[in-house]
T-cell receptor
């Protein structure tokens, strides 16, 4: 049982490049979330989805886009990466309520 | 956005000592949760609290949901080296909204 899988685990981007982070869950969860973790800032919500085909903005959505075309996948896109987007990105899912299962993270560096 | 004030930011303790950390908010939460993050991993749920005044234990961990529903604390008794990590409080507002996380308490245990 894989749970929540994030790919890639590490990535270095140049300023202005684009990339997509993939989150896949095999638990048939309705809700999925993208958080970013920065030193001393905790986990901040970027975007989330309450079901296939839906997305909503979180606390820090600027510079990111998301898509949930399939229930099991939640994609986070950076169209034009900036150094301020250097962070560790975590995906989480839940069937509903508060029982989040987190992935192991993607460490992104933008130079 | 909503903010949880978590303290202390970091702690260095001797193995065997007890640890206490807490979270406060200006908002009323329906649910309080405590997560632990090991290095290089995503957060894992430790304890969930559902009712004001509730006191819940999980092994050496004890957590309480404050009477006002605006605070929570986590105690760890007789700390051991594997307790090292970052501890996050999280709260859920009414309405099945995404979790709000504190900034974390980084715990170091000196053997």
């Amino acid at each position: 049982n894989a749970g929540v899988t994030q790919t890639p685990k590490f990535r270095v981007l140049k300023t202005g490049q684009s990339m997509t982070l993939l989150c896949a869950q095999d638990m048939n969860h309705e809700y999925m979330y993208w958080y970013r973790q920065d030193p001393g800032m905790g986990l901040r919500l970027i975007h989330y989805s309450v079901g296939e085909g839906t997305t909503a903005k979180g606390e820090v959505p600027d510079g990111y886009n998301v898509s949930r075309l399939k229930k099991q996948n939640f994609l986070l896109g950076l169209e034009s990466a900036a150094p301020s987007q250097t962070s560790v990105y975590f995906c989480a899912s839940t069937p509903g309520g508060w029982g989040y299962t987190f992935g192991s993270g993607t460490r992104l560096t933008v130079v | 956005g909503q903010q949880l004030n978590q303290s202390p930011q970091s702690m260095f303790i001797q193995e065997g000592e007890d640890v206490s950390m807490n979270c406060t908010s200006s908002s009323i939460f329906n649910t309080w949760l405590w997560y632990k993050q090991d290095p290089g991993e995503g957060p894992v749920l430790l304890i969930a609290l559902y009712k004001a005044g509730e006191l819940t234990s999980n092994g050496r961990l004890t957590a309480q949901f404050g009477i006002t529903r605006k605070d929570s604390f986590l105690n760890i008794s007789a700390s051991i080296p594997s307790d090292v990590g970052i501890y996050f409080c999280a709260g859920q507002l009414p309405g099945n909204t995404p979790l709000v996380f504190g900034k974390g308490t980084r715990l170091s245990v000196i053997a």
